[in-house]
């Protein structure tokens, strides 16, 4: 479905209204901050161009690329989703919108987020909610792609090194142009976000990023641990783990030929 067609019409505009008020409600000062959309983000990214220090909009390849802001020097760029074109630590803020649900190599692109966004930053994810009306009906771009639940989302982002810390719900409103219903959008956010959340038609879960630091190995005791173990090698350039060790597995600094033959004896 073009992304910019539906934007354009009456169920686009209230998608666009009632998911601007959640983003704000969400990220309600983003001052000082580099901010980054990836995916169909244009509808929104507007909305904190004029309190960000700097917001740029990249879109995946397949989706192809549409020229943002309108009237003014372009601001997105055209990318493959697993090499970003922005340096490490770079980006405060990431706001994902029509990215994940079409992604081919999903894991891949949030590690490469992972590396552009800096050591405290924060995440948005948009993302369809999969019992919802909005994922059954291919009149909308939340009926395309792979639509989630709030635990599914949570799963993918703890494996790919984020700590979730918060989800919300919007778009309750039917996905069909019938004007009258339009003009209650807003009703219909009130009423379901206090009664109705598990219809919502999308999830907006907000990430932090995961830090990880050496720890040191826990091995042991022999008559050489006075020696000290040091630490793991970060395994190809990952993040450190916590494990166990034996003497055997990793010797000492300093090992005496006794202790070798104590560890590699026979049990």
Same mark, same amino acid.
């Given at each position: 479905?073009?992304?910019?067609?539906?934007?354009?019409?009456?169920?686009?505009?209230? /998608?666009?209204?009632?998911?601007?008020?959640? *983003?704000?409600?969400?990220?309600?000062?983003?001052?000082?901050?580099?901010?980054?959309?990836?995916?169909?983000?244009?509808?929104?990214?507007?909305?904190?161009?004029?309190?960000?220090?700097?917001?740029?909009?990249?879109?995946?390849?397949?989706?192809?690329?549409?020229?943002? $802001?309108?009237?003014?020097?372009? *601001?997105?760029? *055209?990318?493959?989703?697993?090499?970003?074109?922005?340096?490490? !630590?770079?980006?405060?803020?990431?706001?994902? /919108?029509?990215? !994940?649900?079409?992604?081919?190599?999903?894991?891949?692109?949030?590690?490469?987020?992972?590396?552009?966004?800096?050591?405290?930053?924060?995440?948005?994810?948009?993302?369809?909610?999969?019992?919802?009306?909005?994922? %059954?009906?291919?009149?909308?771009?939340? &009926?395309?792609?792979?639509?989630?639940? /709030?635990?599914?989302?949570?799963?993918?982002?703890?494996?790919?090194?984020?700590? @979730?810390?918060?989800?919300?719900?919007?778009?309750?409103?039917?996905?069909?142009?019938?004007?009258?219903?339009?003009?209650?959008?807003?009703?219909?956010?009130?009423?379901?976000?206090?009664?109705? %959340?598990? *219809?919502?038609?999308?999830?907006?879960?907000?990430?932090?990023? %995961?830090?990880?630091?050496?720890?040191?190995?826990?091995?042991?005791?022999?008559?050489?641990?006075?020696? &000290?173990?040091?630490?793991? $090698?970060?395994?190809?350039?990952?993040?450190?783990?916590?494990?166990?060790?034996? @003497?055997?597995? !990793?010797? $000492?600094?300093?090992?005496?030929?006794?202790?070798?033959?104590?560890?590699?004896?026979?049990?």
């Amino acid at each position: 479905m073009d992304l910019r067609d539906f934007y354009a019409g009456d169920l686009g505009r209230v /998608a666009r209204r009632t998911l601007r008020n959640r *983003l704000r409600r969400m990220w309600p000062d983003v001052s000082g901050h580099a901010m980054l959309g990836i995916g169909y983000t244009a509808p929104f990214l507007g909305l904190f161009r004029s309190e960000a220090d700097r917001v740029l909009s990249a879109m995946p390849a397949p989706q192809g690329v549409l020229h943002w $802001p309108a009237d003014e020097p372009n *601001l997105t760029a *055209l990318i493959e989703e697993t090499d970003l074109p922005f340096p490490d !630590l770079s980006m405060d803020l990431v706001l994902l /919108a029509h990215a !994940l649900e079409g992604s081919e190599r999903l894991r891949d692109l949030l590690r490469e987020v992972w590396r552009v966004m800096a050591d405290g930053g924060r995440m948005i994810i948009v993302v369809p909610h999969r019992p919802s009306l909005w994922t %059954q009906t291919e009149r909308t771009p939340f &009926g395309h792609g792979q639509p989630y639940s /709030a635990r599914q989302v949570s799963r993918l982002l703890r494996k790919c090194l984020f700590t @979730p810390i918060r989800t919300e719900h919007a778009l309750y409103v039917p996905p069909f142009r019938w004007r009258p219903a339009l003009s209650w959008a807003t009703a219909w956010e009130n009423i379901g976000d206090r009664w109705f %959340q598990g *219809l919502s038609g999308v999830l907006l879960v907000e990430a932090s990023k %995961q830090l990880y630091a050496g720890a040191p190995l826990r091995v042991e005791r022999s008559a050489g641990a006075a020696a &000290g173990y040091g630490l793991l $090698p970060r395994p190809n350039g990952g993040s450190w783990r916590h494990r166990e060790m034996s @003497p055997h597995v !990793l010797r $000492p600094r300093s090992w005496s030929r006794a202790d070798r033959a104590r560890t590699e004896a026979p049990r």
